[in-house]
């Protein structure tokens, strides 16, 4: 709305001051003008609105996420992993992929500048930022593993819109040592 207050209803005012002296092509191309940046200002606020509504749908329908808080949730608070290779290990990492994934795709929207960011921060920052540093070295582990066989993939970038989002948002004083 800045510019509505600061170009366009001045700018009206001083053409109507002027709108006697104006000839025919000057009035059809003080209108076009006029028309052009109403329907710029108006552009740019349905794109925000659409960027904040897509944003709202995404965080809002992710059943496996709240399946996944639910499990890793009792872990974060004690600051604890289960021992590998038991049962309770292999729920726990299903628990923490889902929500690692769901994180990673919402900074991934952030870092393209699909999801509105101010909407996400405000939202989620707290849980992303635990998350991430609960799952720092669940997350080096990851990168660490070598590829198995012929179909898999390069392992060392992953989860890294997750980190370059959670390292933005964090204080200084949360960060670990």
Not at 125 to 140: E, K, P
């Amino acid at each position: 709305m800045d510019i509505l207050y600061d170009l366009i209803l001045p700018g009206v005012a001083t053409i109507k001051s002027y709108a006697d002296s104006l000839s025919s092509q000057e009035a059809i191309l003080v209108s076009a003008i006029l028309a052009t940046l109403g329907w710029t200002q108006s552009n740019r606020l349905t794109r925000k609105l659409n960027r904040k509504q897509h944003t709202m749908s995404v965080m809002l329908k992710d059943e496996n996420l709240q399946k996944g808080l639910t499990i890793v949730r009792p872990y974060v608070k004690e600051g604890r992993y289960p021992l590998s290779g038991t049962k309770e290990h292999d729920c726990w990492q299903t628990g923490l992929r889902a929500c690692l994934n769901y994180y990673e795709f919402l900074c991934v929207g952030i870092l393209r500048k699909d999801f509105d960011e101010k909407l996400v921060r405000m939202t989620e920052r707290y849980t992303l930022v635990t998350l991430h540093q609960y799952a720092s070295n669940y997350i080096t582990h990851l990168r660490e593993l070598r590829p198995q066989g012929d179909k898999s993939s390069d392992r060392s970038q992953i989860y890294m819109a997750l980190e370059k989002i959670a390292k933005r948002w964090e204080k200084p004083w949360m960060r670990f040592p």
